[in-house]
């Protein structure tokens, strides 16, 4: 739930304007909601790349769930002590030195996204075991990103795994598994529940012609939230649909059925606070300047999201009285004229006045444009429902190398 007005200009009093604030309890319920709606047994795993910030890896590692990282930075977000069997390293064009450094700091799972990679991290060693991340062959629509059963980097196709798996030695005993990560922000949970379907089919026939049955099957996740307007993803009919797919396929009736997560466990826990700079017009058209922009909250560029599709903004503390609701466009402070979060719409608002922009905890700052023209970033403020427990802010500094 957004903190209250009073406290919002407290905040703005002690961390200045413009500021995020991520509260632990939302995290924690959509943990929950998600869970319930997975089978019984399956573990849940967060992934950072939605928002590293260390308090919500804790928050989430506390509750039961485990990491996926894909970098040294995600990875420095974990606390201390937590167990090699929590966190999953994956992405592809891992280095030589990050796959070292993750199996002597961590010595968790980690994904082999192609055949020479795979080779490099048996070099390595000291991992907890090894996932092959397969791209496996699928028509499913309808998501904003697609990583699988198209030609893509991520993952080796599963014909390739299928024929090469006796010269890659790939039941060696070090492979305990499969990663598929087929599609992202996926709305259908019908669709969730297909293409877990194809990996299964896929479980089933590497059992059927190379005798192997998986420990460990990540699935992946795809649940959808929404970025920057009000609501809540669901996940309602998502549990049958996965029971549906899980009793076609026995060889995977043994393995430690793992999803992975972030938009939907953060998108609802994050807002970001914005102060009105000014109030213009310009050849007919109401502008409303805020001081955070596209360095604050762009979305991520590569998932379609990228503004500017509309976000809502709501006032939560005015300096005047209530007077007219019109047409304006909302802009950010940044000599651009990409920086728009709303091209047009309706809105009582004054400069002066401090504006919210609801569902911003996954994709929010660490996907924005954060270095372009060297502002100042927004602190981060945590709560815990009403509670305000702490607050940060990243900065850039530019150093000498080595």
């Known amino acids: 739930m957004p903190i209250s007005a009073d406290q919002v200009l407290e905040l703005v009093s002690e961390v200045g304007s413009p500021f995020y604030v ?86 968790g799972y980690v994904t082999a996204e192609s055949f020479r990679e795979l080779a490099e991290i048996r070099r390595i060693g000291g991992f907890a075991g090894i996932l092959l991340r397969v791209n496996v062959t699928s028509d499913r629509k309808g998501a904003s990103l697609t990583m699988s059963g198209r030609p893509s980097q991520f993952g080796i196709d599963d014909a390739d795994l299928m024929r090469d798996w006796d010269a890659y030695d790939l039941g060696a005993g070090d492979v305990v598994g499969f990663q598929v ?28 012609r190379h005798g192997f049955t998986p420990s460990i099957l990540d699935l992946g996740g795809g649940f959808a939230a929404p970025f920057g307007r009000a609501g809540r993803g669901g996940v309602d009919g998502l549990r049958p649909a996965l029971l549906a797919e899980l009793v076609a396929a026995p060889a995977a009736a043994d393995a430690a059925l793992v999803f992975e997560s972030g938009r939907f466990l ?30 604050c909250v762009a979305g991520l560029q590569a998932s379609g999201r990228t503004l500017p599709t509309p976000v809502d903004i709501e006032v939560v503390h ?51 444009a954060v270095g372009f023209l060297s502002r100042r970033l927004p602190a981060e403020v945590i709560v815990d429902g009403p509670r305000v427990l702490r607050s940060t802010r990243v900065t850039m500094v530019r150093g000498a190398c080595g």
């Open 318 to 368: 005015r300096v005047l009285p209530p007077g007219r609701s019109r047409p304006v466009a909302v802009t950010g402070p940044l000599c651009t004229p990409f920086d728009v979060l709303n091209r047009e719409t309706v809105m009582d608002v004054a400069a002066g006045d401090i504006v919210r922009v609801p569902n911003v905890g996954a994709y929010g700052l660490s996907a924005s």
């Open 181 to 208: 990560y087929a599609m992202s922000n996926q709305p259908e949970v019908r669709v969730i529940g297909e293409a877990a379907g194809d990996a299964l089919r896929f479980v089933q026939q590497c059992f059927m």
């Open 22 to 107: 991520y509260d632990l309890a939302e995290v924690r319920a959509a943990a929950a909601v998600l869970r319930a709606a997975l089978p019984d047994g399956a573990e849940l795993f967060y992934s950072l790349k939605a928002n590293p910030h260390p308090d919500i890896v804790a928050a989430c590692l506390a509750a039961g769930l485990g990491v996926e990282v894909s970098s040294d930075g995600e990875w420095s977000s974990i606390p201390e002590g937590t167990l090699p069997s929590s966190i999953i390293y994956s992405g592809p064009g891992k280095t030589g030195s990050q796959l070292s450094e993750f199996a002597r700091r961590w010595g």
């Open 266 to 295: 953060t998108s609802a826990a994050g807002s970001l606070y914005a102060t009105v700079l000014d109030e213009k017009r310009s050849k007919g058209r109401e502008y409303i300047v805020l001081d955070a922009g596209v360095n």
